[in-house]
């Protein structure tokens, strides 16, 4: 049995928190997708610590982790994260698997990742430049080396080739830094990598299922963000809706029960591309402090908004969600007015779907208003005891979407979450 954790709007939903708060429950917890542009933040004790690479799991020390074939890695960002996170005790080694089949982010898919933003000028999409679209865009161009690639001898000039393949196009972008620094922390990362425990990952997985084991997916960025369904082209390279956990780890679609869908109580993006409920005023403002709102992985303050229902229905239905986590409901604390999104005006009619293509056409959200709740939730442990005006804003969400809000996330720290009980 698979059960699957995703976000449902531009990421930065809170999902490594919610994967942490799971985890207890599984045997086994896989990342199918995405890459160092995702950073899954966590509390161990006071310290804080954000995951890029490794699965959210990684701090139960009886619990199996699996960096599966549809991620892409940067052997550097892996070799820094397993640094950080021994630092607090754990033994990476011991439970970390890593599919042979996962695409490596070379030192030049980071250079062409800068050099192709660059040249966009105002047109820019807002990439992390951290070498996932070019890696991706390897992957389909059967160019790519794996894991796997890295136990064979002769690897070092696999490398040498598809790395004079990208010099011709950074020449292309005359792209003039010098990336021989990159290079050495990515031989000294790549030693590294080859000691951990690579594995066919699609045998291993679907051995631990035959087995009985349960396994939780976690997903990185959001489903507003997918390369087919999201805000395009303003999305990421890869599929991060539920349908990639297939793709991304070797599993039958029938081996998926639960869907676990995360939004926060308000919206947020972070870099370029559509968002209509988007705040440009001191409630934005507000929001954003509140809720430090920055980007884990970039640092860049987040665009922050009211939650978008008509968004976030559509990521419902691609997704299958069965339940749903709302994050940094505290963050509303102190609002006195809230608003939410329920249908769009879009060129002068009224609508109820996400368009085609949102930054073609002009959307004006439609709210709904409700009163704010005014009082701190983040000491509250049971869903009865949360303020009434709170009850009504959640219950509205539940009779929009038709999806149960089964848990509500009141603060970073891991006992902070409120299990709604029917």
């Known amino acids: 049995m698979v059960d699957v954790i995703l976000g449902l709007q531009w990421g930065d939903e809170g999902k490594g928190k919610i994967v942490d708060f799971f985890a207890k429950d599984y045997d086994v917890i896989a990342r199918f997708q995405g890459g160092p542009n995702a950073g ?49 005790g754990v033994d990476y080694k011991k439970n970390l698997f890593i599919s042979e089949r996962t695409h490596l982010i070379l030192p030049t898919h980071r250079a062409l990742d800068k050099a192709s933003e660059l040249s966009k000028g105002q047109e820019k999409i807002g990439s992390t430049l951290k070498g996932i679209g070019p890696a991706y865009m390897d992957k389909t161009g059967r160019n790519g080396l794996r894991v796997g690639d890295l136990l064979d001898k002769n690897f070092t000039t696999q490398y040498i080739k598809l790395r004079m393949k ?49 396994v939780l997916a976690e997903g990185a960025q959001g489903s507003m963000l997918d390369v087919d369904f999201g805000t395009f082209p303003f999305v990421t390279s890869s599929s991060t809706i539920s349908a990639g956990v297939c793709s991304g780890l070797g599993i039958a679609p029938q081996k998926i029960k639960e869907v676990i869908g995360i939004t926060k109580a308000y919206c947020t993006r972070v870099g370029s591309g559509p968002f209509p409920t988007e705040l440009s005023d001191s409630t934005g403002d507000f929001i954003r402090n509140a809720g430090n709102e920055f980007g884990s992985t970039t640092g860049r303050p987040r665009r922050c908004g009211w939650i978008d229902l008509v968004a976030l229905q559509f990521a419902c239905m691609i ?40 930054n073609r056409v002009n959307i004006e959200p439609i709210y709904k208003i409700f009163d704010g709740w005014n009082t701190n939730i983040s000491s509250i442990d049971r869903f009865e005891n949360l303020p009434d005006k709170m009850k009504t804003y959640i219950n509205y969400m539940n009779s929009f979407l038709k999806i149960p809000v089964n848990y509500i996330s009141n603060g970073p720290g891991r006992e902070q979450i409120v299990h709604v009980k029917k």
């Open 319 to 358: 997704n299958g969600v069965t339940q749903i986590v709302m994050t940094k409901a505290d963050v509303l604390d102190e609002l006195a007015e809230l608003k939410v999104c329920n249908s769009y005006r879009v060129n002068g009619e009224e609508k109820n779907y996400v368009p085609f293509q949102m």
């Open 40 to 88: 899954h933040t966590l509390y161990v004790g006071d310290k804080k610590i954000v995951l890029h690479q490794i699965p959210s799991g990684i701090f139960h020390d009886d619990k199996t982790n699996l960096i599966g074939n549809g991620v892409v890695l940067d052997p550097v960002v892996l070799k820094k994260e397993c640094d950080a996170v021994a630092s607090l």
């Open 166 to 214: 990208h010099q011709r196009l950074l020449d292309n972008f005359n792209f003039q830094e010098d990336i021989h620094q990159w290079e050495e922390e990515f031989f000294e990362a790549v030693e590294l990598l080859r000691e951990f425990k690579i594995v066919n990952g699609e045998y291993f997985i679907n051995e631990k299922l035959q087995a009985g084991k349960k």
